[in-house]
């Protein structure tokens, strides 16, 4: 069994948010009925289209025609889940918000992924990702040469808004199992941007910005070889990168720059001869791969987080797998979308068995009540338990003496760690371990992102808890996954960045890679991570056995890149990245004007004679018609002489003239206008927390909205072991035995 069998998915999505969320919930046993509209999917000629979709069945029904209307009502009277991602003007004209929905079906989860928000100037617009990134901010916090907006080749926040929807959906049904009711659930576009990359900052401060494209310091950053390839060195913490002077017999030299005598070094060999020496002295460092050997490689071959299917008409299709591995309740890729039969809509919309009575109450957010003991250290562990804190768990993050190693990491410390409580504990002693199996006997969840072998040799692997309480779900996030010749190797978020393709793709045409200034491999990892640990609690829900859970930095670089890795032949390229990228198309990117930046995202004909009416520019009809100027390149004739245009409007009145003539655009705003603007502050985007150092904080509020209240933080991070008493207190360890363990120092305070 998987851990959503028995459940009904309507998936009235189109496009990558929705879907891919309906997906993740099918890949995990849900049976998905995807309705399309007559003239298909919008997203029906990408190629990730047959992977965002597979696992499911496809009815054409039209919402706004009356007799498909009443078919619909009838299917969603036999769903568990529906799925919407409609603007809010359209899903209000049609009559599908989630008070009408639930009152007619009290067990439904009404799961709703808009592009942008739930209000205000900007939320009726169509999916885009550039505009997303443009308008949040994202696309100045990325690295670049020039002081200019950079667009994403991958839609990483859509990526993101996907896997955050399947985790925040999987919550809710976790909810329903205990109060027998349904809720609505929000998972918006700007609730995604918030988890991705929205940086915690001091009140009216700029947030910082995105550095330079090749990395940070000189031992966190992309070097060329001397045969022309690239390798990534990714040494974040000092023992790291003494290795890795050491190994390239620089150590006690009298370097000024060290970054120029590295990169000094590397020129004058081969890649291949650098990577094995610092293999051999564990200084992690990566090459630079292409996107697409990634699928190929012996990292997602021996961790089978690839699959290929035979399709009807497109032949062989390489595609990701699953990517979390549940144990005891596996995922499964078991084809593509196929049309439902008479019998399978029968099927889906049969009654169910009468509902249990209620609960008296209602859980405040859909995770309280479930225990979480956090090891996670750094980004993607510690990020992934904070997401089930946003979610309402309670989450004791257990930390030895010398602290979490990202502690000095300031406010990416703090954002990371939010809504957790504090636990010092020396694992390392006897009285240590025997404590946290203590703990572990009435946890829900134990959470680590340590190096392969570690939690045996603490001896807190799956075994030994399950040995003291057999419900509970141990999730380790690791960086290369547990087989192959690279399990045990250390490793960062940019080594996968490289060794995936990401890189790679954003410089594109150029042949220099970008690094991600966002860690986006952490925090993707900590999004799939909190997914598979509540897919996991549901699985429980059904067999009363905990499990073994795996999630990986080289499965999120996967899930992140699903559409862009999934090959066939005659595929359509990818978007072309290039250096400092500000676009894909003369009319898909970002141009300049005298006072800013905005993204022009025309996607259709009509489009691009809207736009020659707004601009007063006829002439270009003469030219170009509709299809051939959406094929324009971007720095080619058309995107030149739109440059120019722009040059002459301040940017706002420029957005206002192109949106009134039915021209998709959006202001490309830094992070100090994005902290002014109503449109954030109307959709709960920001909250503001008092810090006893920092004063003002200004962090994201949260990653979803359950039945009408944001998902919230009700602390920052906590002082290391600053919770130790009131936690071992509501554990129900002796005060006797505090006292004991405190005077030993097996529990401490920083």
Not at 154 to 159: D, F, K, N
Not at 293 to 305: F, M, P, Q, T, Y
Not at 473 to 497: E, H, K, M, V, W
Request: with cysteine; net charge negative; charged share 20%.
């Amino acid at each position: 069994m998987s851990a959503f069998d028995g459940i009904r998915v309507l998936d009235c999505s189109q496009g990558l948010s929705g879907p891919m969320a309906a997906m993740l919930l099918a890949d995990f046993g849900a049976e998905v009925l995807k309705l399309e509209p007559p003239q298909g999917d919008r997203a029906k000629d990408w190629p990730g289209y047959v992977a965002w979709n597979r696992n499911k069945h496809r009815l054409t029904l039209d919402l706004a025609a009356e007799a498909d209307r009443q078919r619909f009502d009838s299917l969603l009277a036999g769903a568990d889940v529906v799925v919407f991602d409609h603007g809010p003007s359209d899903l209000a004209a049609l009559g599908l918000g989630a008070a009408a929905l639930t009152a007619a079906n009290p067990r439904l989860i009404h799961l709703w992924v808009p592009p942008y928000g739930t209000s205000g100037a900007w939320s009726d617009l169509p999916a885009h990702h550039a505009s997303l990134t443009g308008l949040s901010g994202a696309a100045f916090r990325q690295g670049s040469y020039a002081d200019q907006p950079i667009w994403y080749v991958a839609p990483l926040v859509q990526y993101a808004q996907a896997t955050l929807a399947a985790a925040a959906t999987s919550a809710a049904l976790l909810e329903r199992s205990a109060s027998g009711l349904g809720q609505a659930v929000v998972v918006s576009g700007l609730h995604a941007m918030a988890e991705t990359g929205c940086p915690l900052s001091a009140l009216g401060g700029e947030p910082r910005g995105g550095g330079h494209p090749l990395g940070g310091g000189a031992s966190y950053r992309l070097y060329r070889c001397g045969d022309g390839k690239w390798l990534f060195l990714g040494t974040l913490f000092s023992h790291f990168f003494a290795h890795a002077v050491e190994a390239l017999d620089l150590a006690g030299s009298d370097v000024w720059d060290i970054g120029s005598a590295i990169q000094d070094k590397l020129a004058s060999g081969p890649r291949d001869h650098w990577l094995a020496l610092f293999r051999e002295h564990e200084a992690p460092a990566g090459p630079v791969d292409q996107r697409e050997d990634w699928l190929k490689s012996e990292i997602v071959r021996a961790n089978e987080l690839a699959v290929i299917l035979d399709h009807p008409t497109l032949g062989p299709v390489e595609m990701p797998g699953v990517l979390a591995r549940l144990e005891a309740t596996p995922g499964s890729v078991r084809g593509f979308m196929r049309e439902a039969t008479p019998e399978r809509l029968a099927a889906f919309a049969a009654p169910r068995a009468p509902s249990p009575p209620a609960a008296a109450e209602r859980r405040a957010l859909p995770l309280a009540g479930v225990r979480v003991l956090d090891l996670g250290t750094v980004v993607a562990g510690a990020y992934a338990a904070a997401i089930l804190a946003n979610f309402g768990a309670d989450v004791v993050k257990v930390e030895p003496a010398e602290g979490d190693p990202f502690r000095s990491g300031g406010p990416g410390f703090i954002n990371y760690n939010r809504g957790k409580r504090g636990l010092g504990v020396n694992l390392k002693t006897p009285a240590g371990h025997e404590l946290f199996l203590d703990l572990a006997k009435t946890a829900d969840v134990v959470l680590d992102n340590y190096r392969l072998g570690v939690r045996e040799r603490l001896g807190i692997d799956y075994a030994a808890l399950r040995a003291v309480n057999p419900r509970i779900i141990s999730c380790s996030a690791n960086t290369y996954g547990s087989r192959g010749a690279d399990a045990r190797l250390p490793g960062f978020d940019p080594l996968l960045q490289a060794r995936s393709g990401m890189m790679a793709a954003q410089g594109g045409e150029d042949g220099e890679p970008v690094f991600h200034t966002i860690p986006i491999n952490d925090v993707a990892t900590a999004a799939l991570t909190a997914f598979a640990i509540i897919a996991a609690l549901n699985a429980r829900e059904t067999t009363g056995e905990g499990q073994n859970v795996e999630t990986s930095l080289a499965a999120a670089s996967t899930l992140y890149q699903f559409g862009e890795l999934t090959a066939y032949a005659g595929r359509p390229p990818n978007g072309p990245g290039s250096r400092d990228c500000v676009g894909f198309t003369a009319l898909d990117r970002y141009y300049r004007c005298p006072d800013g930046w905005l993204t022009l995202a025309c996607t259709r004909p009509a489009h691009f004679e809207a736009l020659t009416t707004a601009l007063d520019r006829a002439d270009w009809l003469g030219r170009w018609d509709g299809a051939t100027a959406l094929a324009e390149p971007r720095d080619g004739a058309l995107a030149r002489e739109i440059a120019a245009a722009f040059a002459q409007h301040r940017r706002d009145d420029a957005v206002q003239a192109l949106t009134a003539a039915g021209v998709p655009t959006l202001p490309v705003m830094r992070g100090d206008e994005v902290q002014r603007t109503e449109f954030f502050w109307e959709n709960g985007y920001f909250e503001l927390h008092a810090h006893p150092y920092y004063g003002e904080l200004l962090a994201s509020r949260g990653f979803a909205e359950f039945n009408g209240a944001p998902a919230r933080f009700d602390r920052l991070h906590p002082e290391l072991g600053e919770h130790g008493v009131e936690v071992l207190t509501d554990y129900g360890i002796p005060r006797e035995r505090i006292i004991e363990l405190a005077r030993a120092r097996v529990i401490f305070r920083g």
